[in-house]
């Protein structure tokens, strides 16, 4: 499977130790209000990561972590559309309190906060 690794993020497949920290975002109404419409329990994200990586097995693409070079902490997800479509979906995990914004994407800085 595809790893791809950028400056500050490295792309992962979803992985089974991903499962906790996708779990910590996916649970986040913020986060989710828009993708699925409510925070998604421990075991929906399990099921969801099961679904990932059949896709990644049987396609060979489907959704990958964005993992933080800098903590080794995944701070969102992303996938393509299927090959016919150029769409890309991502969703960011949102920072806590002692954490700045995360960069918006194409950016060399973070957001000033």
Request: glycine share 8%; aromatic share 10%; net charge positive.
């Amino acid at each position: 499977m595809t790893v791809l690794t950028a400056a500050r993020l490295r792309l992962e497949p979803f992985a089974d130790d991903h499962v906790t920290e996708l779990h910590e975002m996916n649970r986040d109404p913020e986060v989710m209000r828009y993708i699925t419409g409510k925070p998604e329990t421990f075991e929906e994200t399990q099921a969801s990561l099961g679904r990932v990586k059949a896709r990644w097995a049987e396609w060979g693409f489907s959704w990958w972590s964005f993992i933080e070079l800098a903590t080794g902490k995944i701070v969102g997800a992303g996938r393509m559309a299927g090959p016919s479509e150029m769409k890309i979906f991502a969703m960011l995990r949102r920072p806590c309190a002692s954490q700045r914004p995360m960069a918006v994407f194409g950016r060399r800085a973070p957001v000033p906060a």
